[in-house]
T-cell receptor, first 115, second 116 residues
Framework: SAVISQKPSRDICQRGTSLTIQCQVD?????MFWYRQQPGQSLTLIAT?????????ESGFVIDKFPISRPNLTFSTLTVSNLSPEDSSIYLC????????????FGPGTRLTVL | AQKVTQAQTEISVVEKEDVTLDCVYE???????LFWYKQPPSGELVFLIR??????QNEISGRYSWNFQKSTSSFNFTITASQVVDSAVYFC?????????????FGKGTSLLVTP
């Protein structure tokens, strides 16, 4: 398994500001992903964080709104920019050691509330 | 299009009853992986099982069992003798080759409530 930590665990932000979420893994992993879970909903993939290159975004998510960094194989950040109340969600970091065959593990999540 | 369908939105059972959570998936790939996760009220996602497309053997782990049938594209999850601690939202997920690198595609989840 993988031990994943996220900071902050929760935050309350004002409309128009930004929040950066950090994800740290206890060992090197090949794949890192960011998901969003809106209240009472399932998990939706935002993007795959690629080390040393631009993230791969899913349809409906853009880099200007959700810039992602991944400087190495154990760390990634997700920024949610220009916050609006619709961004209130849980944001989860997820990792996979390999590409296909491995289990995908999830961090504890960051609960964001936008006022 | 929804690739993973969990038709049961909510299920309520009394403790000690058996309950089956349904999962139907859609893919054109021959190599893919299926997962079940549990999300208790505390919010963390707990990995339960991973199954690859070439392994149709059913699996049992304690009170949990999984029935994988490629012919019907289903990967159902049964809890035997349910307990109050089983109350949670259960997600079925599909992992297949894509630009996202086998990222999980989740169903909408089934909320299970087990009452004493």
């Amino acid at each position: 398994s993988a031990v994943i930590s996220q900071k902050p665990s929760r935050d309350i932000c004002q409309r128009g500001t930004s929040l950066t979420i950090q994800c740290q893994v206890d060992s090197q992993v090949t794949m890192m992903f960011w998901y969003r879970q809106q209240p009472g909903q399932s998990l939706t993939l935002i993007a795959t964080a690629n080390q040393g290159s631009e993230a791969t975004y899913e349809s409906g998510f853009v880099i200007d709104k959700f810039p992602i960094s991944r400087p190495n194989l154990t760390f990634s950040t997700l920024t949610v920019s220009n916050l609006s109340p619709e961004d209130s969600s849980i944001y989860l970091c997820s990792v996979r050691r390999g590409i296909g065959t491995d289990t995908q593990y999830f961090g504890p999540g960051t609960r964001l509330t936008v006022l | 299009a929804q690739k993973v369908t969990q038709a049961q939105t909510e299920i309520s059972v009394v403790e000690k009853e058996d309950v089956t959570l349904d999962c139907v998936y859609e893919t054109r790939d021959t190599t893919y992986y299926l997962f079940w996760y549990k999300q208790p009220p505390s919010g963390e996602l707990v990995f339960l099982i991973r199954r690859n497309s070439f392994d149709e053997q059913n699996e049992i782990s304690g009170r949990y069992s999984w029935n994988f049938q490629k012919s019907t594209s289903s990967f159902n999850f049964t809890i035997t003798a349910s307990q109050v601690v089983d109350s949670a939202v259960y997600f079925c997920a599909l992992s297949e080759p894509s630009n996202s690198g086998y990222a999980l595609n989740f169903g909408k989840g089934t909320s299970l409530l087990v009452t004493p």
